[in-house]
């Protein structure tokens, strides 16, 4: 798969979000989880990186939770995936030592960023805005 169970998980969590976005109540955690299978303590930690970088916001309290930071139009699948997935670039593993060893590695890790970069390529074309339903349907546009 071309992206990691967690950044799977943070676009649900994103696109559930983006569809109440408009109404300024923040959404509960356990409405996003119970919706989408989505384990809660995972979900806290994928927030809480989504936070980190801007994507999120969050309202403590009893009418707290969890919001857009920004308007959907301006979160692509690109920001969320990189956030949780980093770079996607191949991860360094100790060589065998020969010179063809290192040789392999090298060729392993231009083989990492090309594939994070189409990647990167790929999903920002995606904005959360454009996978909403406009039609007034519960599911969305993937």
Same mark, same amino acid.
């Given at each position: 798969m071309p992206v990691s169970a967690r950044a799977e998980y943070a676009c649900l969590a994103m696109l559930e979000l983006?569809?109440?976005f408009p109404d300024p109540k923040p959404v509960r955690l356990t409405d996003i989880t119970d919706k989408h299978?989505? +384990?809660?303590?995972?979900? %806290?930690?994928?927030?809480?990186?989504?936070?980190? %970088?801007?994507? %999120?916001?969050?309202?403590?309290?009893k009418a707290g939770g969890y919001q857009l930071a920004r308007a +959907?139009?301006?979160?692509?699948?690109?920001?969320? %995936?990189?956030?949780? #997935?980093?770079?996607?670039?191949?991860? #360094?593993? +100790?060589?065998t030592g020969s010179s063809l060893g290192q040789t392999l590695q090298a060729v392993w890790g231009g083989l990492?960023?090309?594939?994070?970069?189409?990647?990167?390529g790929y999903?920002?074309?995606?904005?959360?805005? #454009?996978?909403? +339903?406009? #039609?007034?349907?519960?599911d969305y546009m993937i």
């Open positions: 983006a569809s109440r299978a989505i +384990p809660e303590r995972f979900l %806290v930690q994928i927030l809480l990186q989504l936070k980190t %970088v801007g994507l %999120v916001s969050t309202t403590r309290g +959907p139009e301006a979160i692509t699948l690109a920001d969320i %995936v990189g956030a949780l #997935d980093g770079s996607g670039e191949a991860e #360094d593993r +100790p060589t990492g960023k090309k594939l994070a970069e189409a990647r990167s999903l920002t074309r995606f904005r959360l805005s #454009d996978l909403l +339903p406009t #039609d007034g349907q519960s």
